[in-house]
């Protein structure tokens, strides 16, 4: 089974068993998280879309806060002396798919 949901304004793509790295979720190492903003589901063939869904996913944390790369936004005008470099690392949350009901 596969579907299509939407976690913290971002669509993935999951199935059972799926590991992802998602925008942080609140939680801890080990906790249960669904996820009932199902979008699209496709079971053997049979599509299933819009407000029709009624599928909730199952996931469990496997690591509460991983950091992504760093990303620099530097702006600068030339002749003038103006320099600023602004950077950040964004958190994201590991989880596992266990199960889409």
């Known amino acids: 089974m596969?579907?299509?949901v939407k976690i913290a304004g971002q669509q993935?793509?999951?199935?059972?068993?799926?590991?992802l790295y998602v925008p942080h979720i609140e939680g801890k190492t080990g906790d249960a998280v669904e996820f009932a903003d199902v979008l699209m589901t496709d079971s053997n063939g049979t599509v299933v879309a819009g407000t029709a869904v009624k599928a909730v996913v199952k996931a469990e944390i496997?690591?509460?806060?991983?950091?992504?790369?760093k990303v620099i936004a530097f702006k600068m005008?030339?002749?003038?002396?103006?320099?600023?470099?602004?950077?950040?690392?964004?958190?994201?949350?590991?989880?596992?798919?266990?199960?889409i009901a």
Request: hydrophobic letters at 30%; aromatic letters at 8%; proline letters at 0%.
């Open 77 to 99: 005008k030339r002749r003038k002396g103006f320099r600023k470099k602004h950077g950040h690392r964004t958190q994201y949350t590991h989880i596992k798919v266990t199960g």
């Open 2 to 4: 596969l579907a299509v």
């Open 12 to 19: 993935f793509k999951v199935k059972a068993g799926d590991s």
């Open 62 to 69: 496997i690591s509460d806060l991983v950091k992504g790369d």
